[in-house]
C-alpha cells in the first residue's frame, strides 16, 4: 500500500463546476496536510494546509480532513481553465518525512 | 521578499561528471528539504536539513548523493559519477518552522 495515494485522472471538469479531489494516506500519526499545484514544466505552489478535522475554507478552494477515515480531499468551486494542473496531496508523517502523492491531473473544459 | 532561489535551472553532464545544485531558502528559513521528480511522476523526498544538520537522509540513495546546509550560503545537493537515470527535476523546498514547505524552481539535470 502507498503512503499517500491519489487518484491519477484526469479528472476532466466543465468551466464554472465543482472539483474534487482525493487523497488517502496510511500513518495514522500524521498531524499535518498540505495541496499543492503543479503546472506542467513548473514546480510546486502551495494551495493550502489543513491540520484539524473538518473544513477549511480560502476563496475557491475548500480543504476537507477526516483523520479517523485517514482521508484528504479539496475542492475547488467555480473551476476555470486556469485551474488545469496536477494537484499533489502531501503528509508530514510522525517526525518531519513528507510524503507526496503521484498526484491527480485536472483538465477544466471551457 | 524573495522566494526559494535555486541554481543553475538547467545543468547539463556527461556521464561519470560530478553534479552540484545549489538552494537558498527563504529569508528566515532554517529548514531546507530536497526532492527528486522523474517525468510525469510524484515528488520523491531525498533529505530534510537544518543549518548544518542532515535531520532526515532516508529517501537519499547510500552512494554517490550527498547533501549539505552549512552555517553560511546555500544548500547543496552533490551528486558524483552521475548516471543517466539521474536525469530529473531536482527541487528545494524551504520552511520557517519544519511545517509548511516553500518550494523553488528546481534545476533540471540532463545527464548525457
Known amino acids: 500500500q502507498k503512503e499517500v495515494e491519489q487518484n491519477s485522472g484526469p479528472l476532466s471538469v466543465p468551466e464554472g463546476a465543482i472539483a474534487s479531489l482525493n487523497c488517502t494516506y496510511s500513518?495514522?500519526?500524521?498531524?499535518?496536510f498540505f495541496w499543492y499545484r503543479q503546472y506542467s514544466g513548473k514546480s510546486p505552489e502551495l494551495i493550502m494546509s489543513?491540520?484539524?478535522?473538518g473544513d477549511k475554507e480560502d476563496g475557491r478552494f475548500t480543504a476537507q480532513l477526516n483523520k479517523a477515515s485517514q482521508y484528504v480531499s479539496l475542492l475547488i468551486r467555480d473551476s476555470q481553465p486556469s485551474d488545469s494542473a496536477t494537484y499533489l496531496c502531501?503528509?508530514?508523517?510522525?517526525?518531519?518525512?513528507?510524503?507526496f502523492g503521484a498526484g491527480t491531473r485536472l483538465f477544466v473544459k471551457a | 521578499n524573495a522566494g526559494v532561489m535555486q541554481n543553475p535551472r538547467h545543468l547539463v553532464r556527461r556521464r561519470g561528471q560530478e553534479a552540484r545544485l545549489r538552494c537558498s531558502p527563504m529569508?528566515?528559513?532554517?529548514?531546507v528539504y530536497w526532492y527528486r521528480q522523474l517525468p510525469e511522476e510524484g515528488l520523491k523526498f531525498m533529505v530534510y536539513?537544518?543549518?548544518?544538520?542532515?535531520?532526515?537522509e532516508s529517501g537519499m540513495p547510500k552512494e554517490r548523493f550527498s547533501a549539505e546546509f552549512p552555517k553560511e550560503g546555500p544548500s547543496i545537493l552533490r551528486i558524483q559519477q552521475v548516471v543517466r537515470g539521474d536525469s530529473a527535476a531536482y527541487f528545494c523546498?524551504?520552511?520557517?518552522?519544519?511545517?509548511?514547505?516553500?518550494f523553488g524552481p528546481g534545476t533540471r539535470l540532463t545527464v548525457l
Open positions: 523546498a524551504s520552511s520557517r518552522t519544519g511545517d509548511t514547505q516553500y
Open positions: 500513518d495514522r500519526v500524521s498531524q499535518s
Open positions: 489543513i491540520y484539524s478535522n
Open positions: 502531501a503528509v508530514i508523517q510522525g517526525g518531519f518525512k513528507t510524503i
Open positions: 529569508k528566515g528559513h532554517s529548514h
Open positions: 536539513l537544518q543549518k548544518e544538520n542532515i535531520i532526515d
